[in-house]
């Protein structure tokens, strides 16, 4: 089942409960276009995501890594990296997502697996991500493998967990041979600065997004100068630290408006806009509907 307003914490930590402690995953059809901000917004989760899109195409952005995936074409995304996923067609997109925990593929803590075939590989800076085009053989297993997974992870089949679990096995095992080839084991574990560099300026957007933020606070949080902290947030990011302020604030309005009864206000004052009408007007550029039509369209029964 999608989720359209996806929860994320001031780290841009996913915070969406994938199954639970019987199954840690989840699969299910997301449209992005139907997400709040008519996007998936930058985040990370401690899951592994595959994807596999279903119709239209989709932009996915990494870091300083954008690419484009049609129907057909799949993707995986490792544990704890920052990514944001936009449609990049003007008709219906769909894509299927599989979010899956580590420990499903390990097994028990410390399990010789998940010492040598699982945890070595979570944390390899060479493989934050891997493409699967549809038009490669060598794709096609594992990207009929996801299907496969869809619908025993919706079946109500006796030995469904057992099929799962061989499944998903399968799945990672032949998305290492895909990466690796001949190499048995993954590179030395290198820290990434400028991921800790964004994730500072990231965190401060989401904590700090009710007060004034000037570009000497991003300066200061990234150990930038003004000039190189702006290029390398757009470079990184995709967009401005202003644009990028101004939808967290959005998005942070739209909860508001769902969740709360504070009037049109007391919301932009909360959510760091200087005016309601500046707020209003920001709202609507994104929206395409004032913030109370918005409140009245998805009010609840």
């Known amino acids: 089942m999608q989720v359209y307003n996806i ?13 639970d402690i019987s199954l840690p ?6 449209d992005p276009k139907k997400n709040i901000l ?25 870091n300083t890594t954008e690419f484009l995936l049609n129907t057909g074409d799949g993707a995986f995304i490792n544990t704890g990296v920052l990514h944001t996923i936009k449609s990049a067609s003007e008709t219906e997109c769909l894509y299927l997502c599989l979010d899956v925990n580590p420990a499903i593929l390990g097994g028990f803590s410390g399990s010789l697996l998940e010492q040598s075939c699982v945890r070595p590989y979570l944390r390899d800076p060479d493989f934050t991500c891997e493409l699967l085009p549809h038009s490669d053989p060598e794709n ?11 619908t025993l992870y919706h079946s109500d089949l006796p030995r469904r967990a057992l099929d799962l679990q061989i499944s998903l096995l399968q799945l990672w095992r032949q998305l290492l041979d895909h990466h690796y080839g001949e190499q048995s084991e993954p590179a030395v574990f290198r820290k990434d600065a400028n991921e800790d560099r964004i994730k500072a300026m990231l965190t401060l957007i989401h904590t700090g997004y009710p007060e004034k933020l000037t570009l000497e606070d991003f300066s200061a949080a990234a150990h930038l100068s003004r000039s190189e902290c702006c290029r390398f947030f757009k470079q990184h990011v995709g967009m401005t630290i202003f644009d990028y302020l101004t939808s967290c604030r959005l998005e942070q309005s739209i909860r508001a408006l769902a969740e709360s009864d504070d009037s049109v206000s007391t919301i932009a004052m909360n959510c760091g806009f200087g005016s309601s009408s500046y707020y209003i007007g920001c709202f609507k550029k994104k929206t395409g509907m004032t913030p109370l039509a918005w409140r009245k369209k998805n009010a609840k029964p």
């Open 7 to 19: 929860p994320i914490d001031a780290d841009k930590k996913e915070n969406t409960r994938h199954g």
């Open 25 to 30: 995953m989840a699969i299910y059809e997301t």
């Open 38 to 62: 008519g996007f998936v917004n930058w985040h990370w989760h401690e899951e592994l995501q595959f994807m596999r899109v279903l119709k239209g195409s989709v932009k996915v952005r990494l």
């Open 140 to 150: 096609r297993g594992m990207l009929d493998l996801l299907t496969e997974i869809d």
